[in-house]
T-cell receptor, first 112, second 110 residues
Framework: EAGVAQSPRYKIIEKRQSVAFWCNPISGHATLYWYQQILGQGPKLLIQFQNNGVVDDSQLPKDRFSAERLKGVDSTLKIQPAKLEDSAVYLC??????????FGPGTRLTVT | DAKTTQPTSMDCAEGRAANLPCNHSTISGNEYVYWYRQIHSQGPQYIIHGLKNNETNEMASLIITEDRKSSTLILPHATLRDTAVYYCIVRLLNNNDMRFGAGTRLTVKP
């Protein structure tokens, strides 16, 4: 079975620019997550979708981050404008209704 | 969710068993213990989970103490490809909000 796909794998932007990440979850997985992983730390949940509805976005910096999940399948995460502290790996994961999560390879963002 | 405490790093000789400890003294009765690992430049990978009984699968064994305040992940014959950061997480079965700590960086040496 195909895994979680993410693109791009790497992105370098200047501060105050905008950036978007794309995620295609495993087919049939109702739940989709976006995590931020800063170097040397564990992943931190940003937002969780159940189908195309938001379940939890309490840790999403809403002044600059936004996410959507179109038709309950693919998802995009956007940062506008980016700050230096947004440099991190952005991980997408999906799961069936419950139980273990399956992670994609991540997008490494560098903000200069 | 309960918090966990893990050693920052560990070494293990190739072919030997790797025993990774985790303390979760505030775990509640209906919280499960989950283990994930993250190999360099990859996303985390599920390994195993359990409630109170010991569990074993093709990747590892999970030993949970009787009082459930700590657990040990065992990789029976570590290989160089097991070098990774290992995360111990406690969570409710149907709560998908996993709180990752810093994990244990396991280095398997030849």
């Amino acid at each position: 079975e195909a895994g979680v796909a993410q693109s791009p794998r790497y992105k370098i932007i200047e501060k105050r620019q905008s950036v978007a990440f794309w995620c295609n979850p495993i087919s049939g997985h109702a739940t989709l997550y976006w995590y931020q992983q800063i170097l040397g730390q564990g992943p931190k949940l940003l937002i969780q979708f159940q189908n195309n509805g938001v379940v939890d976005d309490s840790q999403l910096p809403k002044d600059r981050f936004s996410a959507e999940r179109l038709k309950g399948v693919d998802s995009t995460l956007k940062i506008q404008p980016a700050k230096l502290e947004d440099s991190a790996v952005y991980l997408c994961a999906s799961s069936p209704v419950a139980y273990e999560q399956y992670f994609g390879p991540g997008t490494r963002l560098t903000v200069t | 969710d309960a918090k966990t405490t893990q050693p920052t790093s560990m070494d293990c000789a190739e072919g030997r068993a790797a025993n990774l400890p985790c303390n979760h003294s505030t775990i509640s009765g209906n919280e499960y213990v989950y283990w994930y690992r993250q190999i360099h430049s990859q996303g985390p990978q599920y390994i195993i989970h359990g409630l109170k009984n010991n569990e074993t699968n093709e990747m590892a064994s999970l030993i949970i103490t009787e009082d459930r305040k700590s657990s040990t992940l065992i990789l029976p014959h570590a290989t160089l490809r097991d070098t990774a950061v290992y995360y111990c997480i406690v969570r409710l079965l149907n709560n998908n909000d996993m709180r990752f700590g810093a994990g244990t960086r396991l280095t398997v040496k030849p």
